[in-house]
């Protein structure tokens, strides 16, 4: 009589800061429909730390509360990814999950990865495949050190294969499934919240939304574009410039409010038609980014969401690791060029900008493809083991 096999463990999903919750929230949902599939534990790393934001992100994708929350908190990239590993570690031993499932490119994809890695343990990479091929980013190394570990790399366009097929990952590891974050705009859309009323609610003027020319949407966090005093002032001028033209809706990151309250900038925004707000919910970013005539972004997620949206981009950076919302998007990279923004803008104002068009399996069924992999991948290992 054969050994006695153990039941499969559970699928650990790993959430960690503010991008991989819109990721995540249609996956748990398609892993819950497999009934061939384990149980979903959900794993909050406490990258994220704001509390009161994490909650209000969990309610407003109907994402369930996480099962284990480590609690990391902030740091430098080495402590806080040293301190995941640390605490994650223990939550591998208990569980002994079938496959660990993480998603985008931040501090905790590498960090459980690696831990499930040296365990043994299959990796689901979830946005695999995109390359910067700027190393100057940190989360260019979580990607290229996620993929190299990973059991399944799910990707969202074509071209991550190539990337992939020159780092020496075999193909047969590499599926193209679309991309999850659509999912979730698709599935959230109608319930999105007007701007005027993110505006009203956050104290704002709700009139700045409500003009002819419309409003544009701002998001910063990069360190290249915020943390020092040039970058800063930079970025500064380019949002003035932009702001004569059409008054500008900015959720504000706390480290960027703090580095304006640091470097003396804050009359530089008090010149400006630019409503400065508390970082907000999911819907109500969906709703500004979707009523929006222009966002100006450093963002990865934003670039995608507007090309799903049909809604212009500027992305102020010198590259982006999702070419294809340049090459089938809405998203052009300005970097800190002020004239170049200013001349993106008028274009759009005159004509309406660059439209682009939905790229290939963005259709809101990424999760649902996954889950059906996954799902039969697991069988065949069960299989093999019988």
């Known amino acids: 009589m054969g050994e006695m096999l153990r039941p499969l463990g559970p699928l650990v999903c790993v959430v960690g800061a503010r991008p991989n919750f819109m990721k995540m929230a249609p996956l748990v949902r398609a892993f819950a429909a497999h009934r061939r599939l384990p149980g979903v534990v959900l794993v909050h790393t406490g990258q994220h730390y704001d509390l009161a934001m994490s909650e209000r992100l969990f309610t407003g994708l109907e994402l369930p509360a996480p099962d284990v929350n480590l609690e990391v908190g902030s740091g430098t990239h080495a402590v806080q990814t040293a301190e995941v590993m640390r605490r994650f570690e223990p939550v591998v031993d208990e569980l002994k999950p079938s496959c660990v499932v993480v998603v985008g490119d931040v501090n905790s994809t590498l960090a459980c990865s690696l831990v499930a890695s040296k365990k043994r343990m299959p990796i689901a990479h979830v946005e695999a495949g995109l390359r910067s091929f700027d190393r100057d980013m940190p989360e260019e190394i979580n990607r290229l050190l996620t993929d190299q570990v990973a059991d399944l790399l799910y990707t969202t366009e074509r071209a991550a294969a190539v990337n992939l097929a020159r780092e020496g990952i075999e193909a047969e590891r590499v599926h193209f499934v679309g991309n999850v974050m659509i999912d979730s705009l698709r599935q959230h859309l109608p319930r999105a919240i007007a701007p005027a009323n993110t505006l009203a609610i956050a104290g704002a003027d709700p009139t700045l939304v409500g003009g002819e020319q ?124 002020r004239a170049r923004a200013a001349d993106c803008v008028d274009e759009i104002l005159r004509s309406g900008g660059k439209r682009g068009r939905l790229p290939e399996l963005w259709d809101g069924s990424a999760a649902e493809r996954i889950a059906s992999h996954l799902e039969c991948w697991l069988a065949a290992k069960a299989g093999a083991r019988a």
């Open 214 to 337: 419309g409003f544009g949407v701002v998001t910063l966090h990069r360190p290249s574009n915020v943390d020092s005093p040039d970058a800063l002032a930079e970025s500064l001028e380019l949002l003035y410039e932009i702001a004569q033209r059409l008054p500008l809706v900015w959720p504000m990151h706390p480290r960027v409010r703090a580095n304006v309250d640091r470097f003396g900038y804050g009359p530089m925004l008090g010149r400006a038609a630019i409503a400065l707000l508390e970082p907000q919910g999911y819907l109500e970013m969906l709703g500004l980014l979707a009523n929006a005539r222009v966002a100006l972004t450093d963002s990865g997620g934003i670039q995608e969401e507007t090309t799903a949206l049909g809604v212009p981009c500027l992305t102020m950076r010198q590259n982006t690791e999702r070419p294809i919302t340049i090459e089938q998007g809405t998203n052009t990279l300005v970097g800190r060029d």
